[in-house]
């Protein structure tokens, strides 16, 4: 089975960038889905294919990928950003989609 | 706007069934691939099951092929969930989420409902 590694916490203050790493066996050379997840709330996408975003989602949130490691980049942390975030890829070895474990952002 | 509505979730008995439905509305569901995503309380995600726009191709969990069954209605604008044999640990949030594209491998999913609970237990 395919496995993604995520760090369970991060945490940062706000105004300051946040990194989500995501860590996979050649995540480099899949589709890369990020998703933000608030307290009692349904998840939300943030990213797609590594670097799109929906509409809505604000420019602070980018993504980028290379190797084993991709990397959700949130920048001017606010607040309001303090969710879970998980990333995801199709494997299709096994014709699975797969989650990270998620990480849980604190903004101090 | 996408609107997704999810029902069917209760407590139910291990060996037990459920049939959990998801209204769509806000776009040409038989377009679009659509997938059911679960989460125990307190966990992270897991999906379950996605099923192709037309139902050309489902796949399935390892954790739930053979007990499973992803189905979707373009008449009433309906995916469905057929739950058998039901598990201690299926009890999770069911979400109803909605793909990209009409394939359901590679694209993100990019519409998410509010869930429903099953609960199994004795």
């Known amino acids: 089975s395919y496995i993604l590694t995520q760090p369970p916490s991060v945490s940062e203050a706000p105004g300051k960038t946040a990194t989500i790493t995501c860590g996979g066996d050649n995540i480099g050379r899949k589709n890369v889905h990020w998703y933000q997840q608030r307290p009692g709330q349904a998840p939300v996408l943030v990213i797609s294919d590594e670097n799109d975003r929906p509409s809505g989602i604000p420019e602070r949130f980018s993504g980028s990928k290379s190797g084993n490691t991709a990397t959700l980049t949130i920048t001017r942390v606010e607040a309001g950003d303090e969710a879970d975030y998980y990333c995801?890829?199709?494997?299709?070895?096994?014709?699975?989609?797969?989650f990270g474990g998620g990480t849980k952002l604190t903004v101090l | 706007e996408v609107h997704l509505v999810e029902s069917g979730g209760d407590l139910v008995h291990p060996g037990g069934s459920l049939r959990l439905s998801c209204a769509a509305s806000g776009f040409n569901f038989e377009n679009y691939a659509m997938h059911w995503v679960r989460q125990a309380p307190g966990k992270g995600l897991e999906w379950v099951a996605g099923?192709?726009?037309?139902?050309?191709?489902?796949y399935y969990a390892d954790a739930v092929k053979g007990r499973f069954t992803i189905s979707r209605d373009k008449s009433e604008n309906t995916l469905f969930l057929q739950l058998d044999s039901l598990r201690d640990e299926d009890t999770a949030f069911y979400y109803c989420?909605?793909?990209?594209?009409?394939?359901?491998?590679?694209?993100?999913?990019?519409?998410w409902g509010q869930g429903t609970l099953v609960t199994v237990s004795s």
């Open positions: 989420v909605k793909g990209r594209e009409i394939v359901l491998v590679v694209y993100a999913m990019d519409s």
């Open positions: 995801q890829v199709w494997h299709s070895n096994t014709a699975h989609w797969v």
């Open positions: 099923i192709s726009g037309g139902s050309v191709t489902s």
